[in-house]
């Protein structure tokens, strides 16, 4: 005989020996209990088998190495490294195919593309606006020689550069002085200048000890020096990629889950959506691996890398595609793009 300890108030109906402790002691037979601790068992196991099925990245993406990094950022706009520097990385990490994904700007295109051993696939990243919601998004495969493009993103540069010499303004008044000069300091001129230029300046005139700090600070969204961007209208973004010969997708859907619903999200009128990301969860990968494979959708995959501040997730190496994963996306950039691969 087994004996299982059992809560009366769990089974009130019943007949139990109450005992001294907090409950009763029943005896059942061996045989019986067997029984039972199988099914618990199996019960078990099957709970495991599903979570496991409900948070781990699709079969494609656990068994062959990345290869394909598609959203990366040089000193064309944020990032901390040239064109050049970011190649080597590439090649050290094995990536063999890479597209820079710089704000509003390719300027960095033909240099990396020189630098770079492996495959470079023209890239952008747009910061656009869907019904008074900021968006990015990702453009691939397009013309970077494409006039209308090009003029339109030139006027973009300048927006963003007045939007930094009235930063610059409040951090004045602030009390913390920062030309737009000492903000440019050692980026190349045609450099698409943001708030990390200004960060890392504050930083370097000891305004700040870390990255993080200016913009919990001063510049982050509605901090005292913050001013809102001027985003490109999302429909007009589209026409523009499209004109240009190439396939829209939207970047990082997973960052726009607080102000815009995922069934919104996935009914927008993009060619794909980026489905590996740091800041996505294996779940959400998935969901939006599969949201895109069935219904002909292209899906892309990448660090967002920007520089090697530490404990940061945005690695290059550690997010983007396998090797089937980027046969897929190629096949739909040739088959769509200007950018014939």
């Known amino acids: 005989m087994i004996e299982i300890f059992l809560n009366p108030e769990l089974y009130p109906s019943v007949n139990l020996r109450i005992s001294r402790k907090h409950g009763v002691i029943y005896h059942l037979p061996s045989e019986i209990i067997l029984f039972i601790s199988s099914i618990l068992i199996y019960l078990c196991l099957m709970t495991i088998t599903f979570s496991k099925m409900a948070t781990a990245v699709p079969d494609f993406q656990t068994n062959t190495a990345i290869i394909a990094d598609m959203h990366i950022h040089s000193t064309a706009s944020d990032g901390e490294y040239s064109p050049g520097d970011i190649a080597a990385m590439l090649h050290k990490n094995k990536i063999k195919v890479a597209a820079l994904a710089d704000h509003d700007t390719f300027a960095g295109f033909h240099e990396f593309k020189s630098a770079f051993s492996g495959i470079a696939v023209p890239g952008v990243e747009l910061s656009v606006e869907y019904n008074e919601v900021g968006l990015h998004l990702l453009a691939y495969g397009f013309d970077p020689l494409h006039q209308a493009f090009c003029e339109r993103l030139e006027h973009f540069q300048k927006i963003r550069y007045h939007r930094i010499e009235m930063i610059c303004e409040r951090l004045c008044e602030l009390g913390k002085p920062l030309t737009i000069d000492e903000v440019k300091n ?36 509605d901090k005292p020096a913050y001013v809102a961007k001027t985003r490109l209208d999302f429909d007009e973004a589209l026409e523009l990629i499209k004109a240009s010969g190439g396939i829209s997708i939207l970047a990082h859907p997973g960052l726009f889950l607080s102000k815009i619903s995922f069934d919104v999200i996935k009914m927008l009128p993009v060619d794909g959506f980026e489905a590996y990301h740091p800041n996505h969860t294996s779940s959400l990968s998935r969901i939006l691996v599969d949201h895109c494979l069935k219904h002909d959708l292209p899906y892309s995959g990448g660090s967002d890398f920007h520089d090697l501040r530490r404990n940061k997730t945005n690695v290059i190496g550690k997010w983007g595609l396998r090797e089937n994963e980027w046969q897929y996306l190629k096949t739909y950039i040739n088959n769509h793009c200007f950018y014939q691969i």
Do not use: V
């Open 186 to 221: 050692n980026y190349p001129q045609e450099t698409t200048l943001g708030r990390p230029h200004i960060a890392r300046a504050m930083i370097a005139k000891g305004y700040i000890k870390s990255f993080n700090q200016a913009f919990q600070k001063y510049i982050g969204d």
